[in-house]
């Protein structure tokens, strides 16, 4: 049997990781500045995580929801603490997409609407749902698409207004940083404003913030840089450091019944484990603050190369934009250098490395960028 063939791939086979490294399996080592797609937050391999995983599944790997699950509740309770969210409730999932897929559900069954708002460039998912507000129409099939939603541009407050006046949207969802889009960082007065607006015409506020959450930006969410008080959060890619684990929080005014949500796998004592380990190492080794300081290192050093057009993001969230094609430039990052980076469209290199990069790192990158700006 073939694998279906819808990845793009390097020729390349990770065997090993530690830390900001990975390396193949010819034993060349790689600085990790992708994270497996923002997905490594605490670091390859933590020693830490290794045990809390390993030990859980030599006592039991898994059971279903349908018995009492104290390891939950203690991530609950950790997340609430860490992120200053403990008035919220908590729904576990598996992935992105299906964190989001639950958000949209709650919205419409709290609202008993069924139209929902997102933004241009924004990306939320491949299921149902997540998708058919993904504003992508490559990857919305005809079964997609009957959803009722509304994609408009980036920081339109009247648009928005006029359309939720109608008094029909469920939510509006936006990305606490725009990641896959290109990193685009949603002002505080727009954020407020989509609060105030949101309020007014009895609409939800979902906060995706499964790429720009988890302490990335040197906040929890990113969006905790303004006041607002979304009624949705949703997370994952960092929460489990590779370990399959998404959530939705959820404010109290929305209410929970038997039977509303499930989940097979949400939640199980292998996906706890992982997601406790790396709360309790983002607070062992304050590694939220880390990525706020080295992100700034970073920002000051990007900014003093003169080919580069334009730099974007906050704490270890990063976008650069380059005068020239970036596909180039990243693979000689790649086989010259042996650094992985992200990528967005044409132009945009997209930085989201584990939180526990240091300076020496960044200055090996920013040397290597900066010969292969010059000879691309
Ligand atoms: C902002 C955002 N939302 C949702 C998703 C979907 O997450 P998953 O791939 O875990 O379903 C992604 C994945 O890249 C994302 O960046």
Redesign the pocket.
Known sequence: MELFDVYSLFDITPIKGQDCYVWDDKGNKYLDLYGG??VISIGHSHPHYIDRLTSQVNKIGFYSNSVQNPMQVELAHKLGEISGMSDYQLFLCN??????ENALKLASFHTGRKKIVAFEK??????SG?VAITDNKKIISPFNAHHQVEILPWENIELIEQCLSHKDVAAVII??I???GGIHIPSTEFLKELEILCKKYETLLIL?????GYGRTGEFFAFQQTNIQPDLV?M??GMGNGF?I?GVLISPKIKACKGLLGTTFGGNYLACAAGLAVLEIMKSENLIDNAKKQGKYLLNKLAKITDIESIRGRGLMIGVDTKKKISPIRKDLLLKNYIFTGVSGTYTMRLLPPMSLNEGHIDYFISSLEASVDSG
């Open positions: 797609h923002a992935s992105g997409a299906e964190a989001n924004g990306f939320h998912g491949r299921t997540a990305e606490g725009q990641g896959i995706d913030e499964i790429q720009s949703t994952a890619k399959p998404g």
